[in-house]
């Protein structure tokens, strides 16, 4: 059965819609195969060229929450916002408000949601996908009693929401490792972070949680208590559930600033994994998402990330790779069939950044 969780401690009250909290989402492993090449990219309406492209330089980048996973992105944002630009960052908890606003123009970029991006472009709303913020980081963490899919059977597992990608790829891991008569009880927690605290008080006993929060909760003091039941970083390194999404609209008569963000943010994520010691990417930890960081294990957590490279260096959205992940969420039963690379991606500005960066 699905029920709400209600605490004391952990509230999940949506109020006017925007609410800070942090990501959610676990990826699960599914029976396809992922592809064995990337082909070219799909368009190529904008080239390098001297005249700057059209742009207002004022634009809205909605995050369901802000974790490690953002803080390239929001460092590429502060470049670009000392450069002259206007870009505002609501957190909104909920990844179908971001979808709608991004589909009715209220917001133009968005990230980490990337069934709901496939969800409404195969209604043939107007975003894309054009590019990717983070490559597959996420776990399913336990108490160390969860050894297997069965071992839930009456436990409280808790999702973000009913529309997260976290909730569909747990919905997928069920299907494929649990037997019928596997039945926990689910709940909805939103943020990872505050899951992974739900799971240390013993309010729920399995979660998907971002990787810097499994190594919180699994690590020190709590090394005997949960565990990794499963790490869908290395399980699924081909699906891509935080891609990079925009108004396509706003795209069209706004191709300069798409092509400013998608650059600053290749820069970024090249300058972490430059830095093999994780130190880069723990100080802009700090500087952005202070409060979801332990001092404990940052060191530990930032070297984690830039040792796995999740931050992507070319991009992390070849054509192969969207083309999986569709397959992924169709084969899973969260995607109707039908849907084309073309509908749900636009790499134009991506392999511009790419040819203007030259090789990572």
């Known amino acids: 059965m699905r029920i709400r969780f209600n605490s004391k401690a952990v509230s999940l009250v949506l109020t006017a819609g925007l609410v800070v909290t942090a990501c959610s989402a676990a990826a699960t492993p599914v029976p396809t195969a992922a592809p064995k090449t990337a082909a070219p990219s799909a368009a190529a309406s904008v080239a390098p060229t001297a005249v700057p492209l059209a742009g207002s330089k004022k634009f809205t980048v909605a995050f369901t929450s802000r974790g490690i996973s953002s803080a390239a992105m929001m460092e590429a944002i502060d470049v670009l916002n000392k450069a002259g630009y206007t870009i505002d960052t609501p957190e909104i908890a909920q990844s179908n408000l971001i979808v709608e606003g991004i589909v009715n123009g209220q917001f133009q970029v968005t990230s ?17 996908t054009i590019g990717n913020r983070l490559n597959n980081e996420w776990t399913l963490t336990g108490i160390s009693a969860i050894k297997r899919c069965d071992d839930t059977n ?53 979660a998907e949680l971002e990787l810097g929060d499994a190594y919180n909760t699994t690590t020190g003091a709590n090394a005997s208590k949960f565990s990794i039941t499963a790490n869908f970083s290395k399980d699924l390194p081909n699906l891509k559930p935080s891609m990079i999404a925009a108004n396509s609209n706003w795209m069209a008569q706004n191709p300069g600033d798409v092509l400013a963000l998608m650059t600053e943010i290749t820069k970024q994520n090249r300058k972490i994994n430059a830095d093999p010691t994780g130190a880069y990417l723990k100080s802009l930890a700090q500087k952005w998402v202070p409060k979801t960081i332990d001092p404990a294990t940052i060191d530990v957590v930032a070297k984690a990330y830039t040792e796995q490279k999740l931050f992507p260096s070319d991009g992390g959205a070849a054509e192969a790779d969207i083309n999986y992940t569709i397959k992924f969420f169709t084969d899973g039963g969260s995607l109707d069939k039908g849907l084309t690379l073309q509908q749900a991606a636009d790499l134009t500005w991506l392999n511009v950044v790419l040819k203007n960066l030259g090789p990572a």
């Open 112 to 128: 980490g949601t990337t069934l709901s991006f496939l969800v409404a472009a195969q209604k043939n709303g107007p975003i894309k």
């Open 154 to 206: 009456g436990k409280i597992w808790a999702h973000h929401t009913a529309s997260a990608v976290s909730t569909a790829m747990a919905a997928i891991w069920m299907k494929t490792n649990c037997a019928a008569t596997t039945k926990p009880q689910e709940v909805f927690i939103q943020g990872s972070d505050v899951r992974a605290a739900a799971l240390r008080n013993g309010q729920i006993d399995i």
